[in-house]
């Protein structure tokens, strides 16, 4: 907002955000010291390390944020719905539509809800023919890959149904500011460091070392645009046989019902027997 | 101990064909270019047929069957697709013992677990998936679920009929049609079971069955026109699968190896935990991807338990896979064989201490006695590597959490067993273990009810229950 200073008074000069990584819950610089420029500002370019390095945290991290209780989890991103209300202008400057923001707010507070739920809806007692108590149970697949898609409402769509059943996530975002102002969201929401790591950078640089990555369980291609790309990486992916959630022909729409699909791809089912007796 | 006297089911319940063609479009054709190969019993080696081997141009003509009967097929009410299904599994149950004896003869399992435990399984499975066909809508995959397409199916030599069932019920209770593989060792059942979806009277084309060896599965799930590849095998193919279905757009779900750690605790009922063993590890030769394949026994009671599972194994007896008294049959294949064996010496020069009953093996045929091996460290081949034969690693633990980090130190995730007498620990330890089956106090179970598939590189998919219905649906 230009303001009409007289001479006399100094103007004040802002104070800009340095846009950086988030991994494990702290925001490094890129470790190869490189950035680039997105709408005039320097932003961090991820590395092939610091891809790896966001791997370890999410791994680190899985297992206690796996064995929190679902209650807790969906408390948690009910949290963060509230601290993407309280960003809402910040989001709407960087050209996020207020509507867009609305949707994001409601995507966060639908998952949050399914937290405690979707062990009921996908799992269940299993009726077998014969004297024995047989359990199914979601659980979540590890630690997961996102290349997201460049929305606000698309990068929400796609980690939050990851983290919601106790996986954790590294995400290669699109939109570089977007995503790392949702960063500075979720490192205020109770969110333990290391479940959502965000990369900035090129996707098509740092992803195929995610697709091939020992240590990742799940790939979601949702924000791979080029076809060729997405068979690549699919194919690197097949290495460790990781589940892969392809996007559908022409685009994901985020503003339609998400349905559980972005759930139940990175959960794995367990069945538990064990017979009846005296 | 007791002599038994030989109690051999007759073979004169199943009459092989010298020969059986491909089964495409509702009836049996010889392969285009002429290639047949034979299938043996490995009990024996003599040779029970000769089989079309199926070459990329029978592969076009059998896709191109099932998807022109997709149309009305899926078309078709579930309410009468179910009843198709129906009869399937009245079928299989009218002419089981013909079936148990044909895939005893054919795999070389014992008639007393193709018998009480495949067949029943098989005619349960269609039972349980025909009944899904007209309540789709209420399966909790969205109001209006719809079939892929064409599904082709590969299957493996362990269960062949069992394996059978577990692919082509679900795809056809959803509305899909096959085109299904069976191993290359084990190719007659599925023949059998072409001619039970004759007798049921199923559309021509819904059905499609090549036989052959790996080229056949190749051509089979990179065909363009097929929607849905379902695999169950060894990793290492399942991975060649995965890459090639990269990038199509098919739906693939993969059942693969696995190398299943059996825990058992100090507190455990020693007797059950050993037949639990004996069970997990040498229930069909242990050719079982989900077979209790490391035993970790606590410290404490190792010596104890060890002696009774070794009393316990020298009173398995080994041989005719048609004798009803058989507990271990024979290995499906010569391959088979070698792999079990190589294994195996290699556990014996890594360090491992062999041991196996005293048991007389048959002259003809492929066979391995049962066999343990104590003093594996997690390092060893034989802890590491699916064997698929009827060999057990014992290594031991001394606290809960070594016993689980033990067991979840493979890539495999398919399943577990737990033995204790403490429920809390039962399922403390169950939500910890990266596998897709536990069976606690109890082992190798199997219900078409209860969904069955693995953990990290053990696949991906469920079979089975209303879970095995997502694979089929879009």
Same mark, same amino acid.
């Given at each position: 907002?230009?303001?009409?200073?007289?001479? *006399?008074?100094?103007?004040?000069?802002?104070?800009?955000?340095?846009?950086?990584?988030?991994?494990?819950?702290?925001?490094?610089?890129?470790?190869?010291?490189?950035?680039?420029?997105?709408?005039?500002?320097?932003?961090?370019?991820?590395?092939?390390?610091?891809?790896?390095?966001?791997?370890?945290?999410?791994?680190?991290?899985?297992?206690?944020?796996?064995?929190?209780?679902?209650?807790?989890?969906?408390?948690?991103?009910?949290?963060?719905?509230?601290?993407?209300?309280?960003?809402?202008?910040?989001?709407?400057?960087?050209?996020?539509?207020?509507?867009?923001?609305? *949707?994001?707010?409601?995507?966060?507070?639908?998952?949050?809800?399914?937290?405690?739920?979707?062990?009921?809806?996908?799992?269940?007692?299993?009726?077998?023919?014969?004297?024995?108590?047989?359990?199914?149970?979601?659980?979540?697949?590890?630690?997961?890959?996102?290349?997201?898609?460049?929305?606000?409402?698309?990068?929400?769509?796609?980690?939050?149904?990851?983290?919601?059943?106790?996986?954790?996530?590294?995400?290669?975002?699109?939109?570089?500011?977007?995503?790392?102002?949702? *960063?500075?969201?979720?490192?205020?929401?109770?969110?333990?460091?290391?479940?959502?790591?965000?990369?900035?950078?090129?996707?098509?640089?740092?992803?195929?070392?995610? *697709?091939?990555?020992?240590?990742?369980?799940?790939?979601?291609?949702?924000?791979?645009?080029?076809?060729?790309?997405?068979?690549?990486?699919?194919?690197?992916?097949?290495?460790?046989?990781?589940?892969?959630?392809?996007?559908?022909?022409?685009?994901?729409?985020?503003?339609?019902?998400?349905?559980?699909?972005?759930?139940?791809?990175?959960?794995?089912?367990?069945?538990?027997?064990?017979?009846?007796?005296? | 101990?007791?002599?038994?006297?030989?109690?051999?089911?007759?073979?004169?319940?199943?009459?092989?064909?010298?020969?059986?063609?491909?089964?495409?479009?509702?009836?049996?054709?010889?392969?285009?270019?002429?290639?047949?190969?034979?299938?043996?019993?490995?009990?024996?080696?003599?040779?029970?047929?000769?089989?079309?081997?199926?070459?990329?141009?029978?592969?076009?003509?059998?896709?191109?069957?099932?998807?022109?009967?997709?149309?009305?097929?899926?078309?078709?009410?579930?309410?009468?697709?179910?009843?198709?299904?129906?009869?399937?599994?009245?079928?299989?149950?009218?002419?089981?013992?013909?079936?148990?004896?044909?895939?005893?003869?054919?795999?070389?399992?014992?008639?007393?677990?193709?018998?009480?435990?495949?067949?029943?399984?098989?005619?349960?499975?269609?039972?349980?998936?025909?009944?899904?066909?007209?309540?789709?809508?209420?399966?909790?995959?969205?109001?209006?679920?719809?079939?892929?397409?064409?599904?082709?199916?590969?299957?493996?030599?362990?269960?062949?009929?069992?394996?059978?069932?577990?692919?082509?019920?679900?795809?056809?209770?959803?509305?899909?049609?096959?085109?299904?593989?069976?191993?290359?060792?084990?190719?007659?059942?599925?023949?059998?079971?072409?001619?039970?979806?004759?007798?049921?009277?199923?559309?021509?084309?819904?059905?499609?069955?090549?036989?052959?060896?790996?080229?056949?599965?190749?051509?089979?799930?990179?065909?363009?026109?097929?929607?849905?590849?379902?695999?169950?095998?060894?990793?290492?193919?399942?991975?060649?699968?995965?890459?090639?279905?990269?990038?199509?757009?098919?739906?693939?779900?993969?059942?693969?190896?696995?190398?299943?750690?059996?825990?058992?605790?100090?507190?455990?009922?020693?007797?059950?935990?050993?037949?639990?063993?004996?069970?997990?590890?040498?229930?069909?030769?242990?050719?079982?991807?989900?077979?209790?394949?490391?035993?970790?026994?606590?410290?404490?009671?190792?010596?104890?338990?060890?002696?009774?599972?070794?009393?316990?194994?020298?009173?398995?007896?080994?041989?005719?896979?048609?004798?009803?008294?058989?507990?271990?049959?024979?290995?499906?294949?010569?391959?088979?064989?070698?792999?079990?064996?190589?294994?195996?010496?290699?556990?014996?020069?890594?360090?491992?201490?062999?041991?196996?009953?005293?048991?007389?093996?048959?002259?003809?045929?492929?066979?391995?006695?049962?066999?343990?091996?104590?003093?594996?460290?997690?390092?060893?081949?034989?802890?590491?590597?699916?064997?698929?034969?009827?060999?057990?690693?014992?290594?031991?633990?001394?606290?809960?959490?070594?016993?689980?980090?033990?067991?979840?130190?493979?890539?495999?995730?398919?399943?577990?067993?737990?033995?204790?007498?403490?429920?809390?620990?039962?399922?403390?330890?169950?939500?910890?273990?990266?596998?897709?089956?536990?069976?606690?106090?109890?082992?190798?179970?199997?219900?078409?009810?209860?969904?069955?598939?693995?953990?990290?590189?053990?696949?991906?998919?469920?079979?089975?229950?209303?879970?095995?219905?997502?694979?089929?649906?879009?």
């Amino acid at each position: 907002m230009p303001k009409t200073a007289k001479a *006399a008074e100094p103007t004040r000069l802002s104070v800009r955000k340095t846009y950086k990584l988030y991994i494990g819950g702290a925001f490094p610089r890129s470790e190869s010291g490189r950035t680039y420029v997105v709408n005039g500002d320097n932003v961090a370019l991820a590395s092939r390390k610091d891809a790896r390095d966001a791997v370890l945290a999410a791994r680190a991290a899985q297992p206690k944020w796996a064995g929190a209780t679902a209650y807790n989890r969906g408390q948690v991103l009910y949290r963060v719905a509230e601290m993407v209300e309280g960003r809402r202008a910040e989001f709407t400057t960087l050209g996020v539509p207020a509507a867009e923001v609305d *949707a994001t707010i409601d995507r966060l507070v639908w998952y949050a809800g399914w937290s405690d739920k979707i062990a009921q809806v996908a799992g269940g007692a299993n009726p077998v023919a014969g004297p024995f108590f047989n359990i199914s149970a979601p659980e979540p697949t590890g630690v997961v890959a996102i290349v997201a898609p460049p929305s606000l409402l698309g990068l929400v769509s796609v980690v939050a149904p990851a983290v919601v059943t106790g996986n954790t996530v590294v995400v290669l975002a699109a939109d570089p500011q977007v995503a790392v102002t949702l *960063a500075e969201v979720l490192a205020t929401s109770d969110v333990p460091g290391g479940v959502v790591n965000i990369l900035t950078g090129r996707y098509a640089e740092t992803a195929p070392w995610l *697709a091939s990555h020992a240590d990742v369980n799940g790939l979601d291609l949702t924000g791979v645009e080029h076809a060729e790309l997405a068979a690549e990486l699919e194919r690197a992916a097949a290495g460790t046989l990781k589940r892969v959630l392809r996007p559908g022909l022409g685009g994901t729409d985020f503003t339609a019902d998400p349905g559980l699909r972005p759930m139940t791809a990175f959960l794995e089912t367990k069945t538990v027997w064990h017979p009846k007796g005296h | 101990m007791f002599e038994y006297a030989p109690a051999p089911e007759s073979r004169s319940v199943v009459e092989i064909a010298s020969s059986y063609g491909l089964f495409i479009d509702g009836s049996f054709e010889q392969a285009v270019d002429g290639n047949v190969f034979k299938t043996v019993n490995p009990a024996s080696e003599e040779v029970l047929a000769e089989v079309a081997a199926a070459g990329q141009e029978d592969v076009d003509r059998a896709v191109a069957a099932a998807r022109r009967a997709f149309a009305s097929w899926s078309a078709m009410p579930g309410s009468e697709r179910a009843k198709y299904l129906f009869r399937i599994a009245r079928i299989i149950q009218e002419r089981s013992r013909e079936l148990a004896v044909l895939e005893s003869l054919d795999n070389g399992k014992p008639i007393k677990e193709s018998r009480d435990v495949d067949l029943p399984l098989v005619a349960a499975h269609f039972f349980y998936y025909a009944g899904w066909a007209d309540k789709l809508a209420y399966a909790g995959f969205g109001p209006d679920p719809r079939p892929l397409g064409v599904a082709g199916q590969v299957i493996p030599w362990n269960f062949p009929l069992l394996m059978l069932a577990w692919k082509i019920a679900p795809a056809l209770a959803t509305g899909n049609t096959v085109v299904l593989k069976p191993a290359e060792t084990t190719p007659l059942s599925a023949l059998f079971f072409a001619d039970v979806c004759r007798q049921a009277e199923l559309p021509p084309g819904v059905v499609n069955i090549v036989t052959g060896a790996g080229d056949t599965g190749a051509y089979l799930v990179q065909h363009p026109d097929v929607n849905k590849v379902a695999f169950t095998g060894s990793t290492e193919v399942g991975r060649e699968i995965a890459r090639a279905v990269a990038g199509t757009g098919k739906r693939l779900t993969l059942e693969l190896g696995g190398k299943a750690a059996n825990i058992v605790f100090d507190d455990a009922p020693i007797d059950q935990a050993v037949e639990g063993i004996v069970n997990g590890i040498f229930f069909n030769q242990g050719h079982v991807c989900c077979a209790g394949s490391r035993l970790l026994v606590q410290e404490s009671i190792a010596e104890e338990l060890l002696t009774s599972l070794k009393r316990r194994m020298a009173t398995l007896r080994v041989g005719d896979p048609l004798d009803k008294n058989t507990d271990v049959g024979a290995i499906n294949s010569a391959a088979q064989l070698a792999r079990i064996t190589e294994l195996s010496e290699i556990g014996a020069t890594e360090g491992a201490e062999r041991w196996s009953p005293a048991c007389q093996l048959p002259d003809r045929g492929f066979w391995f006695a049962p066999t343990i091996f104590t003093g594996v460290t997690q390092a060893h081949r034989i802890a590491r590597e699916e064997i698929f034969g009827p060999v057990l690693s014992v290594l031991t633990f001394r606290t809960p959490a070594e016993a689980i980090e033990k067991a979840n130190n493979t890539p495999y995730g398919l399943s577990a067993g737990i033995w204790t007498e403490k429920g809390s620990r039962i399922l403390s330890v169950a939500d910890k273990l990266r596998a897709g089956v536990v069976w606690a106090n109890t082992f190798n179970k199997f219900d078409p009810t209860s969904p069955f598939g693995g953990y990290k590189e053990s696949g991906y998919g469920r079979e089975g229950g209303r879970h095995g219905l997502e694979a089929y649906l879009a």
